[in-house]
């Protein structure tokens, strides 16, 4: 069976290789692109941009999510808290927003600029309950870092 970090390596390198010339956008679609025809596990897979009180919905990949959600969920927390967000249950984390009710566990990443602000989260769901893990974490990170740590916003 093919492992995890297989997987996360070979989005890594695809992605990776395909970064240059691309802007912020177009890296996005890159990126959900790759990782939900990729990844089994994944359900949905997006970009949210923190615009004040809310976060608004950028590329994405999987049924149709809330185009503008409160800064309060899972999304929030991590943009807020500047860290990764891993929720084995989505019904037992406080706060949490139901896009779409068969979403069962969630990750969410800021995404750095060359600054250190975050100027967007990476969000994923999955069926499963459990399904994200510190291997999830250490590809996502590393994948966003190689595609948005040299951004510099105009
Ligand atoms: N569950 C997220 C909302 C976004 S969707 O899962 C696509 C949250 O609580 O912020």
Known sequence: MVSKSEIYEECFREISGKLKDLDLHDRMELICEALKEKVPYYFWVGFYFPKGEFLELGPSRGPPAC???????VCGRAAKEKRTIIVPDVRVFPGHIVCDPRSKSEIALPVFDSQGNVIAVLDVDSEELGSFDETDR???EKILHVAFSQYEKE
């Open 67 to 73: 185009a503008r959600i409160a800064a309060t969920g």
């Open 138 to 140: 250490e590809w996502l």
